[in-house]
Antibody, heavy 118, light 109 residues
Framework: QVQLVESGGGVVQPGRSLRLSCAAS????????MHWVRQAPGKGLEWVAV????????YYADSVKGRFTISRDNSKNTLYLQMNSLRAEDTAVYYC???????????WGQGTLVTVSS | EIVLTQSPDTLSLSPGERATLSCRAS???????LAWYQQKPGQAPRLLIY???SRATGIPDRFSGSGSGTDFTLTISRLEPEDSAVYYC??????????FGQGTKLEIK
C-alpha cells in the first residue's frame, strides 16, 4: 500500500533553515510527481510546491518562491523540502502528497510540524 | 487568480440526513480540475472526489460530486457519525498552481 512518511520538522528561529524529508513506499516513486502542502494551525490547506516525476520541473507558491527548494532522490524514494529564511508565517504542518495527473493529490503523509519562533 | 469559496462554513446535521456542501469559483473551472478532500481532526486530508464527480478508490457511494463552470457540490447522503470532518474543494490552475477553498466543517449531532 502507498505510504508517505514525513520527517524533519521542529522548532526553528526566524531566518534559519530546515530540511524536510518524505519517504515513499508501496508504489513506483520515480513515476510520480510529488507535492508539499501545508496547513497553519487551525487554518486551511495551502499548496507549497511540486516536483514532477523526473525532477526536471518544479513549481512553487508565490509565498515561498525564492526561499524554499523542492528536490527528490529517486534512488532513495525520498522527497525533500529545503526551507530557508523561515518566517513566523511558515509555521504549519507540512504534508507530502502524491500527484495524480498533475491535477490533484491522491495520497498524503501524516505530516510534520514546523514551528518558526524565537 | 481564481478563488474558491465554500459554503456554509459550518453544517450541523443528524445521522441519516443528507449534506450538501457548495464550492463556488470566482471564474469558470474545468470540471476535470476540481477535487474534494475530507480531513478528520488530527489526520491528513483524504481524496474523496476528482474530476468533479468521480469517486476516489475506496470511497463509499454515499459521497457524490457534481457541478460545472463556477458551481460545484459535494453531497453526502445517509450521514454517519464518522462523516464529521472538514471538507475542502481544490482546483488546479495552469502554471501550475493549486488552490483550496477555505473548508466546510460538517458536524454530526
Amino acid at each position: 500500500q502507498v505510504q508517505l512518511v514525513e520527517s524533519g520538522g521542529g522548532v526553528v528561529q526566524p531566518g534559519r533553515s530546515l530540511r524536510l524529508s518524505c519517504a515513499a513506499s508501496g508504489f513506483s516513486f520515480f513515476n510520480y510527481g510529488m507535492h508539499w502542502v501545508r496547513q497553519a494551525p487551525g487554518k486551511g490547506l495551502e499548496w507549497v510546491a511540486v516536483m514532477f516525476y523526473d525532477g526536471s520541473r518544479q513549481y512553487y507558491a508565490d509565498s515561498v518562491k525564492g526561499r524554499f527548494t523542492i528536490s527528490r532522490d529517486n534512488s532513495k524514494n525520498t522527497l525533500y523540502l529545503q526551507m530557508n529564511s523561515l518566517r513566523a508565517e511558515d509555521t504549519a504542518v507540512y504534508y507530502c502528497a502524491r500527484d495524480e495527473s498533475s491535477i490533484y493529490f491522491d495520497y498524503w503523509g501524516q505530516g510534520t510540524l514546523v514551528t518558526v519562533s524565537s | 487568480e481564481i478563488v474558491l469559496t465554500q459554503s456554509p462554513d459550518t453544517l450541523s446535521l443528524s445521522p441519516g440526513e443528507r449534506a450538501t456542501l457548495s464550492c463556488r469559483a470566482s471564474q469558470s473551472v474545468r470540471s476535470s480540475y476540481l477535487a474534494w478532500y475530507q480531513q478528520k481532526p488530527g489526520q491528513a486530508p483524504r481524496l474523496l472526489i476528482y474530476g468533479a464527480s468521480s469517486r476516489a478508490t475506496g470511497i463509499p457511494d454515499r459521497f457524490s460530486g457534481s457541478g460545472s463552470g463556477t458551481d460545484f457540490t459535494l453531497t453526502i447522503s445517509r450521514l454517519e457519525p464518522e462523516d464529521s470532518a472538514v471538507y475542502y474543494c481544490q482546483q488546479y490552475v495552469s502554471s501550475p498552481k493549486y488552490t483550496f477553498g477555505q473548508g466546510t466543517k460538517l458536524e454530526i449531532k
